[in-house]
């Protein structure tokens, strides 16, 4: 059984930073494409950051040079570490992993940037 279980959501300033987790079980994340997406309210889910398994990295135009995926393989891990976050990142994250014909997605977290 596949799950993929999300973290580190808050409410934080505007310019401050967070590190969102995707802890996954029953699947390696190696072997799997892995995407941070997001969905405010009102707007549709976007996809804004993923890592392949060769490990190359793709970002939406918003978030370049302010979010970094990465991922520990060991820890069957994939992180989104964000910077410099603005009040229009605030969303609920959703991580997904994609593997074959199969699409596997988490519960969620919410990031909120606000004063």
């Known amino acids: 059984q596949v799950q993929l279980v999300e973290s580190g959501g808050d409410l934080v300033q505007p310019g401050g930073s967070l590190r969102l987790s995707c802890a996954a079980s029953?699947?390696?994340?190696?072997?799997?494409?892995v995407g941070w997406y997001r969905q405010a309210p009102g707007k549709q889910r976007e996809l804004v950051a993923s890592i392949g398994t060769s490990g190359r990295t793709a970002y939406t135009d918003s978030v370049k040079g302010r979010f970094t995926i990465s991922r520990d393989i060991f820890k069957n891990t994939v992180y989104l570490k964000m910077n410099n976050l603005k009040p229009e990142d605030t969303a609920v994250y959703y991580c997904?992993?994609?593997?074959?014909?199969?699409?596997?997605w988490g519960q969620g977290t919410q990031v909120t940037v606000s004063l």
């Open positions: 997904n992993a994609h593997w074959g014909i199969n699409d596997y």
């Open positions: 029953g699947i390696a994340v190696s072997i799997c494409d």
